[in-house]
């Protein structure tokens, strides 16, 4: 019944590693976007995908990729993990631009150590 | 780029009391939006402003949107505890994401 699915929920890994986010939607919606939420609560937008179309990229190190599957799916794949990665990942998806109608996930918290 | 100021960080209440978060936009803003957020939780989406003047209620939480379309302020009235959490406010970015305020941290003292 979730209508925006991320796992795993919790991400302890190690410096250096390479890691792998899931997300997918049951919405029915066309965009999707990955968000960071920094240790201070800034939630920032990181990538979105229209249709498995990349539209938005921000300045994010080429670290992290984006992989679109298909329109329910956006996964997030980290490699090469620093300790400044830690942070919960949100995803989100919307049937178009503009807030309402966002629906987010519950996050991914990550901790690398 | 568009950037908003949320008011205050933090904010530690007595449970029955009113409290008012404000969010300032570096520019006019054409959608507004509040999220809560609870620890270990996705947000979820209280409200949507558009209009200059515009004011939304739903249970005690009331949201409203200056005439200049570049403040807005979320007022709780006779809090209780399942108020606490984190609340973000939110514009609509140039392609389609959200930009958000840095969050408001509510703690209900019981």
């Known amino acids: 019944d979730t209508a925006v699915s991320q796992t795993p929920k919790y991400l302890v890994t190690q410096m250096g590693n390479d890691k792998s986010i899931k997300c997918e939607q049951n919405?029915?919606?066309?965009?999707m976007y990955w968000y960071k939420q920094d240790s201070k609560k800034f939630l920032k937008i990181m990538f979105s995908y229209n249709n498995k179309e990349l539209i938005i990229n921000e300045t994010v190190p080429n670290r992290f990729s984006p992989k679109s599957p298909d329109k329910a799916h956006l996964n997030l794949h980290i490699n090469s993990l620093e300790l400044g990665d830690s942070a919960v990942y949100f995803c989100?998806?919307?049937?178009?631009?503009?807030?309402?109608?966002?629906?987010f996930g519950s996050g991914t918290r990550l901790t690398v150590v | 780029s568009q950037e908003l100021e949320q008011s205050p960080q933090s904010l530690i209440v007595q449970e029955g009391k009113n409290l008012t978060i404000n969010c300032t936009s570096s520019?006019?803003?054409?959608?507004l939006y509040w999220y809560k957020q609870k620890y270990g939780e996705g947000l979820i989406f209280l409200m949507m402003?558009?209009?200059?003047?515009e004011e939304k209620s739903h249970e005690k939480i009331t949201a409203k949107l200056d005439e200049k379309k570049q403040q807005s302020s979320l007022h709780i009235t006779a809090s209780q505890p399942s108020h606490a959490g984190i609340y973000l406010c939110g514009a609509d970015g140039r392609q389609g994401n959200l930009i958000f305020g840095k969050g408001t941290k509510l703690s209900v003292k019981p």
């Open positions: 989100a998806s919307s049937q178009g631009p503009g807030g309402y109608g966002y629906t």
């Open positions: 402003l558009q209009k200059g003047g």
């Open positions: 520019k006019t803003l054409y959608g």
């Open positions: 919405l029915g919606h066309d965009t």
